[in-house]
């Protein structure tokens, strides 16, 4: 058996931290656009659904309650709240077997692609323009 030899872990310096900081909050813009578009997806369905919309609001839950625990990771407090508004009522949705119009659902739903949409807005504003990369600044 070969032996182990041990490494020293190399320190990371502040510039490295904040380099790799502004990464993860460039991948979490790239990942909020991505959700915007889901739940507009998500929307569009349910608003078209003509049988039992459980399977629609069992979606926007799970999607909902990622985005919240993301939001939270990365101190969106305002995101992570209303992510979880839509959580808590698509979630009672989907158990009081409730109709595709249930209006705290949409109440939820459209408030929380509203804010994802000014989220990108303003992450296209702090970069520059549409074509520069982002930088998503917190609450």
Known sequence: MASIKH????????????????????????????????????SAA????????????DDLTFRAHRLK???????????????????????????SRAANTDPDVWEALVALVDMLGAIEENTRRAAGGPDEPAVLLAD
């Open 7 to 42: 490494h020293p872990r190399r320190a990371i310096s502040a510039t490295e931290s904040i380099g790799s900081s502004e990464k993860l909050q460039e991948l979490f813009a790239v990942r909020l656009q991505s959700e915007r578009v889901h739940f507009v997806t998500l």
């Open 46 to 57: 349910l608003a078209r659904a003509e049988e039992s919309p459980a399977g629609i609001f």
């Open 69 to 95: 625990g993301a939001a939270a990771t990365f101190d969106f407090a305002n995101l992570a709240a209303t992510a979880g508004a839509l959580e808590r009522a698509s979630f009672a949705a989907a158990n």
